[in-house]
């Protein structure tokens, strides 16, 4: 029996919702009885997507067809909702671009920073509005370990991953006295389509071994629910953020950039 969706609302909206991470949340929403806004790039994806979660689930989903690395997403998303009572937002889309800051194109690295930054600000700003009419609502945004501190190789990654933990932290404690959850989710390696395909990239290296998305979706849920500003998912990644914060920020940056620099395929790095 699925339970009902009592703590923020009937309705959900997950961006990068077709996979990885975004799917864990929305299946595991799907349990919990709330229907589901479904944001995503592809349409073919986004759509099948949200048909085997009502046939599974039996509950409602709309489809959002939206780029969110452009101009102008955050007009499509308000009109596509604007008849629905959301009251939680899983703002999840992302994307990385391992390799030297200089071996990336300036293109590449300006469309993830607007992916991986102005995306969720824009998306906090409009649903935190919208929570704090209705008096009541959740918002996680998915960050990651690498914005703990400066990771080489993966530099504006991490630079845009520190942004989204510190805006949420802030907007966390902003947000006390209106009953709207604010968290923020840092997962480390995650098992999804995006690390399958680079196969080259041997991230099995690393000392934090790939978690499983459903698990670092119900870490994120649970931290939100009880309005944590932010969790680590795993106990590993947990452990390795303290071996960082002993090491201070430059020693933090020289011990990623030494377990870095072994997986990056040779035309990324600088020798």
Not at 14 to 30: D, E, K, M, P, Y
Not at 103 to 108: A, S
Not at 227 to 239: E, H, L, S
Request: net charge positive.
């Amino acid at each position: 029996m699925r339970k009902k969706a009592q703590q923020f609302g009937p309705w959900a909206i997950v961006t990068g919702a077709n996979s990885g991470i975004g799917a864990a949340f929305a299946q595991r929403l799907a349990t919990q009885g709330y229907n589901l806004a479904l944001v995503g790039r592809r349409a073919d994806v986004v759509e099948e997507a949200a048909q085997k979660i009502e046939q599974k689930y039996n509950v409602k989903t709309r489809c959002i067809i939206s780029d969110l690395s452009t101009d102008g997403f955050l007009e499509k998303i308000s009109e596509a909702t604007k008849d629905l009572d959301i009251g939680l937002l899983i703002s999840n889309a992302g994307d990385d671009a391992m390799g030297a800051m200089l071996r990336v194109e300036l293109d590449r690295l300006k469309e993830m920073l607007r992916l991986n930054t102005q995306s969720h600000l824009e998306l906090a700003h409009y649903f935190g509005r919208r929570f704090e009419v209705r008096g009541k609502g959740g918002i996680l945004l998915v960050s990651s370990t690498a914005g703990l501190q400066a990771t080489p190789f993966m530099a504006n990654y991490a630079g845009s991953k520190s942004y989204l933990l510190n805006l949420g932290m802030g907007l966390n404690y902003e947000m006390q006295k209106t009953g709207v959850n604010v968290t923020v989710l840092l997962p480390g390696p995650t098992k999804t389509p995006g690390l399958v395909d680079k196969p080259d990239i041997p991230l099995n290296t690393l000392p934090a071994p790939q978690m499983k998305a459903n698990t670092v979706a119900k870490i994120g849920m649970k931290a939100l629910i009880k309005n944590k500003p932010y969790v680590i998912a795993g106990t590993v990644n947990r452990v390795m953020a303290r071996v960082g914060a002993i090491l201070g920020k430059t020693g933090a940056r020289n011990m990623w950039g030494s377990l870095m620099k072994p997986i990056v395929p040779k035309d990324l790095s600088i020798s």
